[in-house]
């Protein structure tokens, strides 16, 4: 099993184990467990295999959820979930896809209503019977509403990009150790770099296909044959994902994998395109077209993406672009721009530590942020507002700076410091307006992030004006999150995003893309339209461990979407010229 596959197994439990009540330490231990597991780079099994380490050395699990973790990895299976899936009733998950109704909540609606479905919780709402069950209300009652069809949205029961990508490489990794495998791409959603991944596509170059096809009918994470046939196999596998591998020799392998690479609506423009020059696309490579319409001579090019663009007169168009909308103008017009990577990023200016509710120290932070080779770093800790976190009050925000001036200081004792630690706070935007720390406080801060963590049902013209509040506050340098969303859990809170856009580009004020996998917020229409009016993002891991600072990469991915370069993204620059950027207000 993967990573992903028992973060999301140890999940799982806790949810079971939170619907039926049992001991909220044991049900917090299974969510620590699977945010430390999803959060690794490495496979659980290598850890597992490596003589001088142990699964219990990992934050959170000890020596009982390591033995589940090895079960999971030997079997695929946890009897434990068995046990408990017999005891709560299958509509239980299907409820709690509806944002805000977590375990507690629908225990109460199954146990006072008997809800057995997505529609009988919809008829209880219309009738009026939730809002009396102990805990509910009017306003839960009319949410729950609002929320069912984001519940009932198929696109929910894709794959986090990530977690797809977790999978693709396992099995690229795994396929590409076979002699008859010369080259290996993956294709689709997952190589456009979307949000969510239905499908995995895989595409290899081989001159002997049935030996590809072998090993991957052999792979451990296949858990069933779908379709066998002598250039296609498509399989069943981890998270029951489908995996499509098409076997391609050379001379067409660029030709397919633009091909499957996609979108719909871009290949449908590219084809076009070469049919008004005469041409034919397919998957196979360019060909010209006879007066009959048939394709006709040699291909033109194939074996090679670039030659298949080339062959209707534009540059290669990078595949985060490829989703039909300007990417053929800026082509044509030479202006395709220098996508950001993750090596122009210099720092990372939003993540927790356990001051709040992040699992490692400053200390720890900084290190790992050294290790990835970061210049400055700054440390974001949530404020007061925020209590379930034990959110800083200004006592406990000023001893931490006084620590991190310190550690600056130790940094530099013996010159140029590798790092510099920027004194940082993610403060709230209260529901009544203003922030949860006062500009006293903020003032003398390096640097701060304002975000909307409560409230967020509010009606759009009160959430838009605490966000507009928020952005004219000259302390402020950045808004966190800007939308709230969280994929496949929670609609963004109504805002009006375009009012956002237009007061931080007056401002100067700093929007971030937020590269939690989960977030992604902004997405990349909304930064797309970001730069467009001039204003620059900040791409953040909202780290809450040291290994969350390796999600910086689905940052970078989001940027790419929407069209980002280096210079479109504040903390490209050195912390010098980031300073001055913030200033120009």
Known sequence: MTNAD?????????????YRGDNVFRVRAYRTAARTIAGLVESLDKVRTDPERSLTDLDGVGADLAAKIGQLLDTGRLPLVEELEREVPAVVFDLMRVPGLGPKK??????????DSLAALEAACRAGKVRDIKGFGPKTEAAILENLAFARDPDRARLLWNEADAIASQLMAWLAASPAVRRIESAGSLRRG???VGDLDLLVESGDPAAVMDRLVAWSETADVLLRGETKTSI????GVQVDLRVVPGESFGAALQYFTGSKEHNVRLRGRARDQGLSINEYGVYAVTAEGAAAGPSLGGSEEADVYAAVGLPWIPPELREGRDEFLLAEQGRLP???????????????????DGEDTLADMVRAAIDRGLAYVAI????????MARGLDERRLLKQWDEIDRLNAALADDGPPQIVVLKGIEVDMLEKGGLDLPDTILSRADWVVASLHYGQNQPRDRITARILEAIENP??????????????????????????????????????????????????????????????????????????????????LQARRAGLEAGDVANTRSLADLKKLRNRS
């Open 6 to 18: 028992i973060a999301t197994a140890f999940e799982h439990v806790a949810d079971l184990l939170e």
């Open 475 to 556: 302390h402020v340098a950045v808004i966190g999150h800007p939308t709230g969303r969280l994929i496949n859990r929670r609609p963004a809170y109504d805002v009006d995003i375009e009012a956002v856009i237009e007061a931080a580009a007056r401002t100067g004020t700093f929007l971030e893309i937020n590269a939690n996998p989960w977030r992604l917020d902004l997405d990349d229409r909304h930064a797309a339209a970001a730069k467009a009016a001039g204003v620059k993002l900040v791409i953040s891991t909202d780290a809450h461990s040291t290994k969350g600072l390796d999600v910086m990469r689905c940052g970078i």
């Open 236 to 239: 069943r596998g981890p998270r």
């Open 338 to 356: 220098e996508l950001i990577t993750l090596a122009d990023i210099r720092g990372d200016l939003h993540m927790h530590t356990t001051a709040t």
């Open 380 to 387: 974001t800790d949530h404020g007061q507002r925020v209590t």
């Open 106 to 115: 629908v225990k109460s609606l199954v146990d006072a209503l008997g809800i």
């Open 194 to 196: 979307r949000e969510t």
